[in-house]
């Protein structure tokens, strides 16, 4: 499998009939990325990586030995999944005698690795980034990033990430109207995905079914101006180009969160006890999803839904005319709160779009992925 440095939705989508190679080849940093597509790719390395983490990684354009090189690499969550999932790292081969010769990375940089992994937050320009591991229950079984105070299983609460968001938006170079209270309930959002994304990805770590799992928060703020086009940002034809193109009025200059959540657990169904191989319908898996965003719905015994249930994130991104895709098991599906603005009661399932076709009724079956993959859009102005 070699993933180039330009990606798209469609080529990666592609790559998954290319699983079974024996070697991932990975640029040293990806040129810049249509928006939505971060944790997807990261859900593509896990779904590669987590039934044979002796697969080879390998950064082919990388040498260790340039300045900043290695730390360049593990400010990516893109390589920095990677790196965690694989336990068969190569940087550039280098040239002896005329023949190729593989350069093992991940020992090399292993101090590099864990002085990563040991901080709570990594900032760099408008990007905050927050990534946990799992490889050993007792050192990261609650990573500081997620958990305070460090060390115990109490998750950090709504106001951590409402206080990050605040940051973020307090350095963007517009007067955003969104409001204190808006920046709550946006906490309260990331708060949701979050502890879901915690028992999704932990679940299959603590029974002893996996060795090691990852999750990742990442929020990015996107500046589009005017003369970018949207389809440039979103792609061909995508559900996230129409989005931006119907609140960009006359091509306007528009300021937006990007908020990308991944994890490495096993998908929905599969975290409720199902299987795919039972031979569930991808609309039983659509309503699965959708039922998670109903208010109450809670993982307990005998229901669809998952985590505390998702209900707080449709309500702010209807308020806020937002956009939510996520990937996971079979299906790509989306909600687009501008075009599409709620018109389900609080009880009722959360209807969504399959991304491809854009329909509701119609849904196409897509490669298996492991984990799940969110990714939200809010507009700042």
Request: hydrophobic share 35%.
């Amino acid at each position: 499998m070699r993933v180039l440095s330009i990606l798209t939705n469609e080529k990666l989508e592609h790559l998954y009939e290319k699983l079974d190679d024996e070697v991932i080849n990975l640029p040293q940093k990806f040129k810049k990325l249509r928006v939505g597509l971060l944790p997807r790719i990261c859900q593509l390395f896990i779904t590669a990586l987590k039934s044979d983490s002796n697969k080879k990684v390998k950064f082919y354009q990388l040498k260790s030995s340039k300045e900043n090189a290695v730390t360049n690499l593990l400010e990516s969550p893109h390589c920095l999944t990677a790196l965690l999932m694989s336990d068969k790292v190569y940087e550039k081969d280098t040239g002896l005698d005329g023949d190729k010769v593989a350069v093992e990375l991940k020992s090399k940089i292993n101090l590099d690795l864990q002085n990563r992994l040991n901080k709570s937050i990594l900032r760099k320009g408008q990007r905050v980034q927050l990534f946990a591991v799992d490889h050993s229950i007792k050192k990261y079984a609650f990573p500081n990033c997620f958990y305070s105070p460090e060390g115990t299983n109490i998750l950090k609460q709504s106001d951590f990430y409402a206080n990050l968001l605040r940051r973020i938006v307090k350095l963007t170079p517009t007067m955003s109207t969104i409001n204190d209270e808006q920046i709550n309930d946006l906490g309260r959002v990331i708060y949701e995905l979050v502890e879901n994304t915690e028992q999704h990805g932990k679940l299959e770590f603590n029974s002893g079914k996996v060795n090691k799992s990852v999750r990742g928060l990442i929020i990015d703020y996107q500046f589009i101006t005017k003369k970018c086009s949207s389809e440039k940002i979103g792609g061909e034809n995508s559900a996230i180009t129409d989005y931006l193109e119907a609140i960009r009025i006359d091509n306007r200059t528009v300021h937006l969160l990007e908020i990308s959540i991944f994890d490495s657990g096993g998908g929905i169904l599969k975290s409720l006890g199902s299987d795919h191989t039972l031979g569930f319908s991808l609309k039983t898996e659509v309503d699965v999803v959708g039922k998670s965003f109903a208010k109450g719905v809670t993982s307990k015994a005998n229901s669809l839904g998952y985590g505390r249930g998702l209900f707080n994130v449709r309500s702010i991104l209807d308020k806020r005319k937002g956009f939510i895709s996520l990937r996971t098991g079979e299906i790509g599906v989306y909600r687009d709160f501008n075009l599409q603005p709620l018109t389900e009661g609080e009880q009722d399932p959360l209807s969504l779009f399959d991304e491809i076709n854009k329909s509701k009724n119609n849904y196409n079956r897509l490669v298996p992925t492991q984990g799940l993959a969110y990714s939200i859009l809010v507009p700042l102005r």
